[in-house]
């Protein structure tokens, strides 16, 4: 399904399945994540307002990096 949903993202998608499936692979990334969930999420970045970048950006990206990681 995964691929289904990365091929209507076109090539971002499939780069993103890609880094996904390598992480799955080495049991880093947790196996409920696909590209859109990522996309989505990274997009959020890009609403953010000037004045916020530099107090808010870093934060959040690490917010969605923390989320991606796989929990025993």
Do not use: F, K, N, Q
């Amino acid at each position: 399904m995964a691929g289904v949903t990365a091929h209507s993202l076109g090539p971002i998608g499939d780069a993103v399945t890609t880094l996904l499936d390598a992480g799955r692979a080495d049991g880093t990334i947790r196996p409920d994540v696909d590209a859109r969930d990522v996309i989505l999420l990274v997009g959020y970045l890009s609403r953010l307002d000037d004045t916020e970048w530099d107090t808010r950006a870093r934060h959040l990206l690490d917010l969605v990096l923390d989320g991606l990681r796989r929990r025993d």
